[in-house]
T-cell receptor
Framework: AQTVTQSQPEMSVQEAETVTLSCTYDTSESDYYLFWYKQPPSRQMILVIRQEAYKQQNATENRFSVNFQKAAKSFSLKISDSQLGDAAMYFCAYKGNKLVFGAGTILRVKS | KAGVTQTPRYLIKTRGQQVTLSCSPISGHRSVSWYQQTPGQGLQFLFEYFSETQRNKGNFPGRFSGRQFSNSRSEMNVSTLELGDSALYLC??????????????FGQGTRLTVV
């Protein structure tokens, strides 16, 4: 069974600075997708960024980028120029035949 | 384009009762998946429906069931409610099944409290 591990229950970052959230996963599949979702206090899950496992190039979406290390089964999220609106719970997710989520990392942004 | 709509948003039920939650996917989406979110267990997959058929199921007891209608709307039912069923239930819709290269869009969830 696939598992996703987020080892940081909580992280803090100063506004305008950079923060990296960690995620590792375990799978025997070769074809899969990885995601980072953001869940603000409203509880709406919002897709932040996605990565196809067959692509070597790391995905980037504006201030959000990933470091995808397939051999190490690592998928970290880097948020640059952090903003107050980035404060939320962040979930790493693996998609094979179903979405498997990590436990989440609470990100706090200090002004 | 309207997003994923879940009703009701909040629900309070008594132990032993049953409850039905509803999810209307984005127009044109044929896959609906359900997740349970609790502080202790995190986000756990319940089941996925595609074209009115259950395609995948998580590790939940038979008290949890669902169905999908021809218009892709889905309902989830929990019978004989237990205190531990208190959770946020999230629904996600996608154009294709989860196995495909397709993005899942989530609703705002139904907060179920069992007393």
């Amino acid at each position: 069974a696939q598992t996703v591990t987020q080892s940081q229950p909580e992280m803090s970052v100063q506004e305008a600075e950079t923060v990296t959230l960690s995620c590792t996963y375990d799978t025997s599949e070769s074809d899969y997708y990885l995601f980072w979702y953001k869940q603000p206090p409203s509880r709406q899950m919002i897709l932040v960024i996605r990565q196809e496992a067959y692509k070597q190039q790391n995905a980037t979406e504006n201030r959000f980028s990933v470091n995808f290390q397939k051999a190490a089964k690592s998928f970290s999220l880097k948020i640059s120029d952090s903003q107050l609106g980035d404060a939320a719970m962040y979930f790493c997710a693996y998609k094979g035949n179903k979405l498997v989520f990590g436990a989440g990392t609470i990100l706090r942004v200090k002004s | 384009k309207a997003g994923v709509t879940q009703t009701p948003r909040y629900l309070i039920k008594t132990r032993g009762q049953q409850v039905t939650l509803s999810c209307s996917p984005i127009s044109g989406h044929r896959s609906v998946s359900w997740y349970q979110q609790t502080p202790g267990q995190g986000l756990q997959f319940l089941f996925e429906y595609f074209s009115e058929t259950q395609r995948n199921k998580g590790n939940f007891p038979g008290r949890f069931s669902g169905r999908q209608f021809s218009n892709s709307r889905s309902e989830m039912n929990v019978s004989t409610l237990e205190l531990g069923d208190s959770a946020l239930y999230l629904c996600a819709s996608s154009y294709l099944m989860t196995t495909a290269n397709t993005e899942a869009f989530f609703g705002q969830g139904t907060r179920l409290t069992v007393v």
